[in-house]
């Protein structure tokens, strides 16, 4: 089965400062990797699949990148609504797999 | 509007069984596959079960695999999850998602909470 590591597991920045997530998967997924975003409370949201394309409605400070094994998401500016735990998914077969999440804090 | 509705949580004893229900609007219910993912409290998402839209793939996470069974009622516009010899670690919400074709789960539903405890 294909693991997927996330880091850091929580980060602390400050209201516009630029913020990187790491997703590495445990064997190749090509581009079939997801980013969503949950806020306490509610539910999974999809920011982007594909590895770096950007769900209707998601602001472009959100991006994404990376292809194989190794996919970062990239907050350009943080905003204080962004507080909230975010997950990457592999979906490169019908089993999903996410990693272990980050928590993403405003300083 | 897409919408997806999950009923049929609550406490139940471990050993015990529940049904989940998923119901679903605002689409084409028989042309998407379907998933359930879970997430215990405090904890991240977990995937748990896939179903095609004909019903005639089907997969689950190792966890649950031989307690647990997914289905579906593409007239009813319904999804389901029976979750027999339920365990403590089990407790979680359960949310219903869709999932396109060649693509991630898109929409979820709002949840619901299964406790299993004694």
């Known amino acids: 089965d294909i693991q997927m590591t996330q880091s850091p597991s929580s980060l602390s920045a400050s209201v516009g400062d630029r913020v990187t997530i790491t997703c590495r998967a445990s064997q190749g997924i090509s581009n079939y990797l997801a980013w969503y975003q949950q806020k306490p409370g509610k539910v999974p949201k999809l920011l982007i699949y594909?590895?770096?394309t950007l769900q209707s409605g998601v602001p472009s400070r959100f991006s994404g990148s990376g292809s194989g094994t190794d996919f970062t998401l990239t907050i350009s500016s943080l905003q204080p609504e962004d507080v909230a735990t975010y997950y990457c998914?592999?979906?490169?077969?019908?089993?999903?797999?996410f990693g272990g999440g980050t928590k993403v804090e405003i300083k | 509007e897409v919408q997806l509705v999950e009923s049929g949580g609550g406490l139940v004893q471990p050993g015990g069984s529940l049904r989940l229900s998923c119901a679903a609007s605002?689409?084409?219910?028989?042309?998407?596959?379907m998933n359930w993912v879970r997430q215990a409290p405090g904890k991240g998402l977990e995937w748990v079960s896939y179903i095609s839209s004909s019903s005639s793939t089907i997969y689950y996470a190792d966890s649950v695999k031989g307690r647990f069974t997914i289905s579906r009622d593409n007239a009813k516009n319904s999804l389901y999850l029976q979750m027999n010899s339920l365990r403590d670690e089990d407790t979680a919400v359960y949310y219903c998602?869709?999932?396109?074709?060649?693509?991630?789960?898109?929409?979820w539903g709002q949840g619901t909470l299964v406790t299993v405890s004694s």
């Open positions: 998602a869709r999932r396109p074709f060649d693509a991630p789960n898109d929409y």
């Open positions: 594909a590895a770096s």
């Open positions: 998914q592999k979906y490169n077969s019908a089993t999903l797999t």
């Open positions: 605002g689409f084409t219910f028989s042309s998407y596959s």
